[in-house]
């Protein structure tokens, strides 16, 4: 094998100009904001470059950027910048929190905002409120057991194919990129990401129609758009969530609906002596 | 002086749980819906709890800080989660976990919740699958598992390397199904800023609202805290920027006793610091101690050189040497301290000399070998070998090596890791009983929040077996023991001067600390309070360092609350202000932490003085003094806390000196 030294990465600084999407509230208008941002070490991750901006500010009295932010590895789905013009910047599979300065070059302009789409109101700055996915999945998202119901692990057995595109498919983290890299604001992504993870296991057969319906149609109601097959949103994705679970769900939904409309029920809800 | 009942239950250990739940008090379950119960966080302990609770029929209330529970740091979890299955045929079993759990806390905890802890362990893997979380399988279809450190058993289940947001995910469904059917009233983007004692029972809390700046009341007959770890004292560590201890420290000044704070882990292996802008440390989870090999070059004059360029006669597998039983899954305590005296010894790599080698390259060479055999492939070549291993390394750690390229812009399938300890967990929280309850009755803590289960060190992947065995299996049986006395409907009114009182408490600091308009921003101070702590209250302390420690951050809280700038307005959301209202807490915390330290005159764990070792280095515990649990009570503003002791009794296990050699 040949020696390869440390390949140690440049720590040349770099200044850049930030445009940043100011808004004081949901209610208010917003505009962007020049702030220079200079000698940042490449190695800092863009959120840190905020941070260093934002200590500025404050040290001065004046209020700092509102970003979202928490686990800062890619894994919790709260940072959720627009970093010119892309939901989580210029990297494919990754979110804002794990987009270095070395990715952008000394004198860059770089406009941020917020993720953007109706059913995202703004809080402040670049904050917006995605509740709205909590509603999905409170609508469906899950397989009812209660704590201390349940029966061996290795009692059902799983295939490991269908573990393991399951897993592909739970990866997502609920930052919302999918909805606000499409046009009509479509929430599909997301929703079949949950619909076929749980609907891959056996352990998700028992509710799997009412799941993928009740889901669906609360995704219609909270306003998000349809899909129109752009797949803009798995570009987006910092999971790399494949659109091929849209097309999966599409055909869950069909299945279940028909099935709905001609399941023979049980009439009885008598609770028995 | 706080009376700390233990409240285990008597009788041979392996039967203390079984007999407990059958003589603990009942709640019918008519009566259940009367009582309103707050649990705060939604972690994977809080989230279980509040669906658990729910189901039972009691009214739930959640609250956390985030905006979604989907977003508690248990999500950033990767390695996996213990449980005493024995599917591996490997001879574990509820005991040998028991002992393990015992003894990689260096007996500092108490035998009887951590023997509850792992036999409920299998029923958490149950209770997980059946929601749909998506644990790694063989090809079979059965549950795979793999080694962590401090075990010589494979007990650990995961899902690739993202354990814990699988888990959590599975807890979110619970809840989230919970919310729709509207059994939980959920409440995101509320912190908890207080807690409401009347009569001296918990009864309440006050929240403020973080989008606009409101203060909340929330009555409740009994108070869960769930809200995780406190190791952003250190500022740098890799918990999620937001994890803080405000809840717990306002109920320590409400009365709780804060117990062990000075228990911290201290991870071997995460991503080195490389500047002052850091915001965060990043683990590279134990897991990749399954096959990665640690390493420093036995000679000083080669740490700049590059690691293939050194050859294996010159080589320093340090923890294999040391260790040679436990080898590179010596626990965290052990191989942390290992990895800290290389470095000391002059032996560190990379830029600042403070990190160590983490290497794949046998493990490629050996995966690789493997698959080639597998796929029927005579005299593979070296290239096909290594394009082949390095596949089998990615499908293990695949994710794990992007991260670590993301951040050093380095391949660690071509270079071996470099890695450093840094603060990952803290062992010491609130003081409860065997029922998770505090001296504070009607205030329950669960999960990482509180300080019951790990002792002076956690063994990997106990966390997220602690934090789900608590919610899904524990409080929805001891919480009854304390309703049951609590008449149906006494609940006080929000309106009840206790909550005004608090209200204004918290009214009061917010004005404060927006009235200072000093110099410095929050980070600031936190900054400089990490660096207090990381070296004076880190690996290794001494009494000179935790006095100096003591006086020094004296001095920064009183600079904070000169100069501290806090701009904007308190009437809606204000991160600065968010920041500033934790870091308050820290400044006080981190004081406690050194005290805890300081009289802690013994090594044990994740706590070293240095002052107290074996000629080998290894922790030197003084069983006779300190074979205690040390609960701190607050005393008032300006005074110094009061340590009650419990005493630790050993009634299974003999109390010996760790070992790993
Ligand atoms: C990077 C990393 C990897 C890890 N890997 C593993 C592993 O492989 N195996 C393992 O067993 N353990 C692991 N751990 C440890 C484990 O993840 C944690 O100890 C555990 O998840 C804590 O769970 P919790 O429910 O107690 O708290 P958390 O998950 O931290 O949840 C806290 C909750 O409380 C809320 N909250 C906090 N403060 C307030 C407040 N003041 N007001 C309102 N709400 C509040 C938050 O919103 C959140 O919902 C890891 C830890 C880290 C940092
Ligand atoms: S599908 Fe991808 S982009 Fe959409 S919420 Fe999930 S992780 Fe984010
Ligand atoms: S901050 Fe957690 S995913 Fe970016």
């Not at chain 2, 795979?144 to 469904?173: D, H, I």
Request: hydrophobic share 40%; with cysteine; net charge neutral.
């Amino acid at each position: 094998m040949v020696a390869t030294a440390h390949s140690a990465p440049s720590t040349t600084p770099i200044s850049i100009t930030l445009r940043v999407w100011r808004q004081a509230g949901p209610a208010q208008p917003g505009r962007f904001v020049e702030y220079p941002a200079k000698d940042l070490n490449p190695n800092m991750s863009f959120l840190e470059m905020l941070d260093v901006v934002n200590d500025g500010l404050e040290g001065k009295g004046e209020d700092p950027i509102a970003f979202a932010h928490d686990c800062r590895e890619g894994i919790c789905g709260t940072c959720s910048l627009v970093i010119n013009g892309k939901p989580h910047g210029p990297h494919k599979g990754v979110a804002s929190c794990q987009t270095y300065m070395r990715s952008f070059a000394n004198g860059d302009v770089i406009v941020v905002e917020p993720f953007r789409a109706k059913p995202f109101p703004v809080i402040k700055d670049l904050v917006t409120d995605r509740s709205a996915f909590d509603a999905i999945q409170q609508a469906g998202g899950f397989v009812t057991v209660r704590a201390g119901s349940a029966c061996d692990a290795n009692a059902i057995p799983v295939p490991k194919d269908d573990a393991d595109l399951a897993m592909d498919a739970a990866q997502c983290i609920g930052c919302g990129a999918c909805v606000a890299a499409c046009k009509n604001a479509s929430a599909m992504l997301f929703v079949s990401a949950k619909v076929s993870h749980l609907g891959l296991l056996p352990q998700g057969q028992a509710e799997r129609d009412s799941r993928v319906l009740n889901m669906v149609a609360k995704m219609d109601e909270l306003g998000f758009g349809n899909c129109t097959n752009q797949y803009e949103c798995s570009a987006a994705c910092p999971k790399l969530i494949s659109h091929d679970f849209i097309a999966r769900m599409n055909r869950d939904y069909i299945g279940a609906s028909f099935r709905q409309a001609f399941k023979p029920k049980s009439t009885s809800t008598a609770g028995g002596a | 002086m706080a009376t700390l009942d233990s409240k285990i239950p008597s009788g041979p250990l392996a039967d203390k749980w079984r007999k407990h739940k059958t003589e603990i008090k009942l709640v019918n379950p008519a009566n259940k819906r009367k009582y309103h119960v707050v649990v705060v966080g939604a972690g994977l302990a809080g989230a279980s709890a509040a669906a658990s609770l729910a189901d039972l029929g009691y009214q739930v209330t959640c609250v956390v800080f985030h905006d979604s529970p989907r977003r508690a740091h248990s999500i950033a979890a990767q390695g996996g989660i213990n449980a005493a299955k024995n599917y591996q045929n490997d001879g574990d079993s509820v005991y040998r976990l028991f002992y393990d759990t015992i003894k990689g806390g260096d007996y500092r905890a108490r035998e009887a919740n951590v023997h509850r802890l792992a036999e409920v362990s299998v029923n958490i893997i149950d209770q997980c699958a059946a929601l749909g979380v998506p644990f790694a399988r063989e090809y079979g279809g059965l549950l795979a598992n793999r080694s962590f450190g401090g075990a010589q058993v494979s007990r650990t289940f995961y899902a690739r390397g993202q354990t814990g947001q699988q888990l959590l995910l599975g807890a979110y469904s619970s809840l989230s199904r919970c919310v729709g059917q509207n059994t939980v009233k959920l409440v995101t983007e509320h912190e908890m800023s207080d807690l409401v004692v009347v009569d001296g029972h918990a009864k309440g809390i006050i929240t403020r609202d973080l989008k606009t700046g409101t203060l909340h009341r929330f009555a409740a007959d009994a108070v869960i805290v769930a809200t995780g770890g406190y190791g952003n004292v250190f500022n740098l560590s890799t918990y999620a920027r937001g994890s803080n201890v405000t809840a717990s420290w306002r109920a320590y000044k409400r009365g709780a006793c804060f117990a062990n704070p000075c228990y911290t882990q201290i991870h071997p292996t995460c991503i080195p610091v490389s500047g002052d802008y850091q915001s965060k440390l990043t683990l590279m989870s134990e897991s990749l101690r399954n096959d990665g090999r640690i390493w420093v070059p036995k000679k000083k004059e080669d740490v700049k050189k590059a690691p293939a360029s050194i050859p294996e006669a010159d080589r320093d597998y340090f923890l294999e040497r040391i260790y040679p039983s436990f080898g590179n899954l010596a626990p965290r305590d052990v191989s942390s301290r290992a990895a800290k005296r290389m470095c000391d010894e002059g032996r560190g790599v990379g830029e600042t000399g403070l990190g160590v080698y983490l290497d794949f390259a046998d493990a490629i060479q050996r995966y690789g070998k493997q698959a080639a055999a597998r796929a029927n492939l005579h005299d593979p070549t070296a290239e096909k070998i290594l394009e082949l291993g390095e596949a089998a390394v990615a499908e293990r750690y695949g994710n794990l090596f992007d991260i670590y390229k993301e951040i050093t812009d380095e391949s660690a399938y071509k270079q071996p890791m470099r890695i450093y300890p840094a603060v990952h967990y803290t062992m010491g929280g609130l003081w409860v009983d065997y029922n998770l309850m505090s001296n504070v009755p009607g205030l329950f803590v669960l999960g990482e929040a509180n300080f019951s289960d790990h002792g002076a060190n956690r063994l990997g992947a106990s966390a997220l077996m602690q934090g789900l065995a608590d919610g899904f299996f524990v409080i929805p049986y001891t919480i009854g023991d304390y309703l049951a006395g609590q008449k149906p409907g006494s609940r006080p009114s929000p309106e009840h001067a206790a909550f005004a009182a608090a209200e204004k408490n918290v009214a009061d600091l917010i004005t404060k600390l927006m009235s200072i308009k000093g110099k410095e921003p929050v980070a600031y101070y936190h900054k400089k309070l990490g660096k207090i702590m990381w070296d004076h209250c880190g690996m290794a302390r001494t009494k000179e360092g935790l006095t100096k420690g003591i006086a020094l951050i004296q001095e920064l809280r009183a600079e904070f609350w000169r100069n501290v700038n806090v701009p904007g307005s308190a009437e809606n959301m204000n991160q600065a202000l968010e920041k500033a209202c934790r870091v308050a807490d820290y400044l006080e915390l981190g004081e406690l932490m050194c005290r805890d330290a300081l009289t802690r005159e013994e090594s044990c764990g994740g706590h070293f003085r240095e002052e107290y070792q074996h000629p080998d280095g290894e922790c030197l515990r003084d069983d006779e003094k300190f074979a205690h649990v040390a609960a701190w009570e607050f005393q008032g503003e300006g005074k110094e806390p009061l340590r009650n002791t419990e005493p630790l009794n050993y009634e299974t296990v003999k109390m010996s000196v760790r070992s790993y050699k």
